[in-house]
């Protein structure tokens, strides 16, 4: 309790004062008025928002999908959103149409189809977790291909959008962001309590009263829902969906009734701080903070694998 209290107030103080952060410290005197309040309300205010719900919702997506596989190293993305949303940002880079929208849409729209493709083959016989993996794979073999027959142009974009990072943010994006992400906790903290037959395995599950099929195809459906939405505007932001939920449940346990809201929380505060580091590290230029979640993501995938090789040995 007393954790799960310390996580809460470390990342709503992250949230409050991280608006005030950049190449100059805002006062709160400053925020009223003038150039510090443009810069504050138009600007920080609404990056500041978007990392920190897009944070919040990769490392709920997170949650669940290890919940899901029984896995501490999966990710959100392990069903391929991801890569549908990079490959639909891929197709509007090389096609250059003049869109509403521009590359969230498309990716959106990818990020959709995929969801439908991998449903549809892990109904054909086939795992869900299999179907992911292998639309991965083909989508990535298709944004390489197309990325070979682009312009230098088409392909730097492309690159610069799977590396995931926040510059795009605006106030008139965050309302279907804050609707998605909002949902999905609510129907999450609803379905705790299956979370936790989940992680004991789908036998014991069903034995327990949970419809383990149709538990697994809502969770999927939601899931992909809200990547979707997120994905589609600031690119798929590696390894916070790994971390964050892993880091919430050496803090807290794996009871979902607590990890829920906390990996919620630590998540939002996660990329929150990793994206106003990135904004100053270097400035005035920028580390797109895919960057750098994926620069301290690599150290905690070999810790992961490293503890999890100790434990099989003992």
Excluded at 65 to 86: E, K
Excluded at 130 to 146: E, K
Excluded at 164 to 173: D, H, P, V
Aim: glycine share 10%.
């Amino acid at each position: 309790m007393r954790n799960a209290f310390i996580i809460s107030a470390v990342s709503l103080g992250i949230l409050i004062i991280a608006p005030f952060l950049g190449k100059d410290i805002l006062a709160p005197s400053e925020i009223l008025s003038g150039a510090g309040g443009e810069i504050f309300w138009r600007i920080r205010v609404p990056r500041v928002l978007l990392s920190y719900l897009a944070g919040a919702a990769l490392s709920l997506c997170g949650m669940i999908f290890q919940a899901l596989f029984r896995n501490p190293l999966a990710t959100p993305y392990t069903l391929g959103v991801a890569s549908g949303a990079s490959l639909g940002a891929a197709i509007f880079f090389v096609l250059s149409v003049p869109f509403a929208g521009g590359a969230s849409v498309f990716a959106f729209i990818g990020a959709i189809l995929t969801m439908l493709l991998v449903y549809a083959a892990g109904n054909f016989g086939n795992s869900l977790l299999l179907a992911g993996v292998a639309v991965n794979f083909t989508f990535s073999s298709l944004i390489i291909f197309i990325q070979y027959i682009s312009s230098y142009a088409s392909t730097l974009m492309v690159i610069r959008f799977m590396i995931g990072g926040l510059e795009t943010a605006s106030a008139e994006i965050l309302p279907p962001v804050l609707i998605a992400v909002v949902a999905t906790f609510i129907i999450t903290l609803f379905l705790r309590r299956h979370l936790d037959l989940l992680t004991l395995g789908e036998s014991t599950a069903q034995s327990r009263g949970a419809d383990v099929g149709k538990l697994k195809i809502t969770l999927f459906i939601m899931t992909s829902l809200v990547l979707a939405t997120v994905v589609s505007i600031t690119g798929p932001i590696g390894f916070v969906g790994m971390m964050a939920p892993h880091m919430a449940r050496i803090l807290v346990g794996s009871s979902h009734q607590r990890l829920a809201p906390v990996a919620f929380l630590f998540g939002g505060g996660f990329l929150t701080l990793c994206d106003t580091a990135a904004r100053i590290i270097i400035f005035p230029a920028e580390i797109p903070v895919g960057v750098l979640t994926s620069i301290l993501g690599g150290p905690f995938f070999i810790f992961l694998l490293a503890k999890n090789r100790r434990k099989t040995v003992l």
